[in-house]
């Protein structure tokens, strides 16, 4: 006696089971971004970026010494430089910023930094563009 499935076709199966794959490994193996669907787009012009704390500012995680929209603000400053271009002086910066499509705003904050200063750390670039860091790290 075969024990199959009866309920439907082997292609079915098939079609079924490429529709859960991205679920089922997880996005290190194909998951659920593999395809340009899925990828989220990003804000329109006329509507607000993505944030952690819509109604303001958060009641926790925020290090000490920073505020919930300062540590938005480094992590947006965070995902135009990527590792690659740390580190790196100016120069290396502000090409990195524009090869990621980074906003006009960031651009002109980078181009605005000490030409000979080389930066190691991202948390390096947003205080030379005078805002703070965390006062304890940990």
Same mark, same amino acid.
């Given at each position: 006696?075969?024990?199959?499935?009866?309920?439907?076709?082997?292609?079915?199966?098939?079609?079924?089971?490429?529709?859960?794959?991205?679920?089922?490994?997880?996005?290190?193996?194909?998951?659920?971004?593999?395809?340009?669907?899925?990828?989220?787009?990003?804000?329109?012009?006329?509507?607000?970026?993505?944030?952690?704390?819509?109604?303001?500012?958060?009641?926790?995680?925020?290090?000490?010494?920073?505020?919930?929209?300062?540590?938005?603000?480094?992590?947006? /400053?965070?995902?135009?430089?990527?590792? $690659?271009?740390?580190?790196?002086?100016? =120069? #290396?910066?502000? *090409?990195?910023?524009?090869? !990621?499509?980074?906003?006009?705003?960031?651009?002109?904050? /980078?181009?605005?930094?000490?030409?000979? $200063?080389?930066?190691?750390?991202?948390? =390096? #670039?947003?205080? *030379?563009?005078?805002?703070? !860091?965390?006062?304890?790290?940990?």
């Amino acid at each position: 006696m075969e024990r199959g499935s009866s309920k439907h076709a082997p292609r079915v199966d098939e079609q079924m089971s490429q529709e859960v794959s991205g679920l089922v490994q997880g996005p290190g193996t194909g998951g659920s971004r593999v395809e340009e669907s899925r990828v989220p787009e990003p804000a329109g012009e006329d509507q607000p970026e993505a944030t952690t704390a819509p109604a303001g500012e958060l009641r926790s995680g925020a290090p000490k010494g920073m505020s919930s929209r300062d540590v938005e603000e480094r992590s947006r /400053l965070g995902r135009f430089i990527t590792m $690659t271009a740390l580190p790196g002086d100016r =120069e #290396v910066l502000v *090409a990195n910023a524009l090869a !990621n499509a980074a906003p006009d705003d960031l651009v002109t904050a /980078l181009r605005g930094l000490p030409p000979d $200063t080389v930066y190691q750390t991202v948390s =390096e #670039v947003w205080a *030379a563009l005078g805002n703070k !860091n965390e006062t304890t790290r940990w």
